[in-house]
């Protein structure tokens, strides 16, 4: 594959609104050890991205100072001593920065081949959604067959793949949304119960859904005045996973119910994980998940695609939340 010196990148500068992305021109960044270079066909566009822009969510020390965390197209080279992978693959890859461009490098242990049946697009909204999910409703929450998951935020991308893979696993599962489009696609991905929070008190209708037992797991990304009301509605031995605090993270809770019910209160972020973490990780997805997305029975959900150049607009409308599902960057400048 002929590689070109110099690409178009998004660049945020020094951060701040969404109006500071705008498209660069720089050179190719080269794999190092470890390393593949891949030819981005689409980005996938998440809230940790909307973090960095705005100064909160820095990346790591060695990693790209540029947005763009999950990526899918082509392996358009291999870095030194990297084997098992061809220049033309189709792949999908957790990255550690860098990824609304035409070019980005991703590690070995974070990259997947695309699973097979899927487009490139449907790929590149994998990678950082599916892991997130994984580690925090699977992993730390444990979710077992026959528990009851809420999910807040359902008809996002991260609630929309939670609901996907808690009823892959046997679950019961509630979420909470603000309307009743959003309600009905929730359902549509397989919701048992779908709970507009505008419209009542949603624990309230938790509790009679489940006939005042509570829940089992429940993953969350308010946290502020949610954080109490969830420790309320788990059941014995219950867990409360937290992804983000979008509502606050500094409240005042009575932690009582923690010790009388044996709860568990966990959480955690994907990006400050290890590599040797993010690849045990992406080798559980191969191994649980792929199958299930090369069968049909888990897909995501693509709410709209914009062109590279059209960053900043994506980040308008993921900030507004009116969207359902995943949305992407056509990165395919040329």
Same mark, same amino acid.
Request: charged letters at 20%; aromatic letters at 6%; a neutral charge.
């Given at each position: 594959?002929?590689?070109?010196?110099?690409?178009?990148?998004?660049?945020?500068?020094?951060?701040?609104?969404?109006?500071?992305?705008?498209?660069?021109?720089?050179?190719?960044?080269?794999?190092?050890?470890?390393?593949?270079?891949?030819?981005?066909?689409?980005?996938?566009?998440?809230?940790?991205?909307?973090?960095?822009?705005?100064?909160?969510?820095?990346?790591?020390?060695?990693?790209?100072?540029?947005?763009?965390?999950?990526?899918?197209?082509?392996?358009?080279?291999?870095?030194?001593?990297?084997?098992?992978?061809?220049?033309?693959?189709?792949?999908?890859?957790?990255?550690?920065?860098?990824?609304? $461009?035409?070019?980005?490098?991703?590690?070995?242990?974070?990259?997947?081949?695309?699973?097979?049946?899927?487009?490139?697009?449907?790929?590149?909204?994998?990678?950082?959604?599916?892991?997130?999910?994984?580690?925090?409703?699977?992993?730390?929450?444990?979710?077992?067959?026959?528990?009851?998951?809420?999910?807040?935020?359902?008809?996002?991308?991260?609630?929309?793949?939670?609901?996907?893979?808690?009823?892959?696993?046997?679950?019961?599962?509630?979420?909470?949304?603000?309307?009743?489009?959003?309600?009905?696609?929730?359902?549509?991905?397989?919701?048992?119960?779908?709970?507009?929070?505008?419209?009542?008190?949603?624990?309230?209708?938790?509790?009679?859904?489940?006939?005042?037992?509570?829940?089992?797991?429940?993953?969350?990304?308010?946290?502020?005045?949610?954080?109490?009301?969830?420790?309320?509605?788990?059941?014995?031995?219950?867990?409360?996973?937290?992804?983000?605090?979008?509502?606050? $993270?500094?409240?005042?809770?009575?932690?009582?119910?923690?010790?009388?019910?044996?709860?568990?209160?966990?959480?955690?972020?994907?990006?400050?994980?290890?590599?040797?973490?993010?690849?045990?990780?992406?080798?559980?997805?191969?191994?649980?998940?792929?199958?299930?997305?090369?069968?049909?029975?888990?897909?995501?959900?693509?709410?709209?695609?914009?062109?590279?150049?059209?960053?900043?607009?994506?980040?308008?409308?993921?900030?507004?939340?009116?969207?359902?599902?995943?949305?992407?960057?056509?990165?395919?400048?040329?």
């Amino acid at each position: 594959m002929q590689l070109p010196d110099t690409m178009d990148f998004i660049d945020h500068g020094a951060g701040g609104p969404p109006s500071v992305l705008v498209v660069r021109r720089g050179p190719l960044p080269t794999p190092r050890a470890g390393e593949v270079l891949i030819k981005v066909a689409y980005a996938g566009v998440n809230r940790p991205d909307v973090l960095q822009r705005s100064g909160r969510y820095p990346p790591p020390p060695d990693a790209s100072p540029h947005i763009g965390l999950e990526i899918a197209g082509e392996i358009a080279a291999v870095g030194p001593d990297v084997a098992g992978w061809r220049v033309g693959e189709a792949v999908c890859a957790l990255t550690n920065g860098g990824g609304y $461009a035409e070019y980005a490098v991703a590690p070995v242990g974070q990259t997947l081949r695309a699973p097979r049946g899927l487009s490139m697009l449907q790929a590149a909204a994998l990678p950082e959604t599916y892991l997130t999910v994984w580690a925090n409703v699977i992993e730390r929450g444990r979710l077992r067959a026959g528990e009851a998951l809420l999910v807040h935020g359902g008809s996002s991308g991260i609630g929309l793949t939670a609901i996907q893979l808690g009823k892959a696993w046997g679950a019961t599962v509630l979420t909470t949304v603000g309307n009743g489009e959003k309600a009905s696609a929730c359902v549509a991905a397989g919701a048992d119960h779908a709970i507009d929070y505008k419209r009542g008190e949603w624990d309230a209708e938790v509790m009679r859904l489940t006939e005042g037992r509570g829940v089992d797991v429940i993953l969350d990304m308010v946290g502020g005045p949610y954080i109490a009301r969830n420790l309320k509605l788990l059941a014995l031995e219950g867990r409360l996973v937290q992804i983000a605090f979008l509502q606050g $993270a500094k409240v005042e809770v009575d932690w009582q119910p923690l010790m009388v019910r044996r709860l568990t209160f966990t959480g955690s972020t994907l990006r400050a994980r290890s590599a040797a973490e993010k690849a045990r990780l992406a080798a559980a997805l191969a191994e649980h998940v792929w199958p299930r997305l090369e069968a049909g029975t888990l897909l995501p959900v693509i709410h709209r695609v914009f062109p590279l150049r059209e960053a900043a607009a994506a980040h308008e409308l993921m900030e507004s939340s009116t969207h359902i599902g995943k949305i992407m960057l056509d990165c395919r400048v040329s």
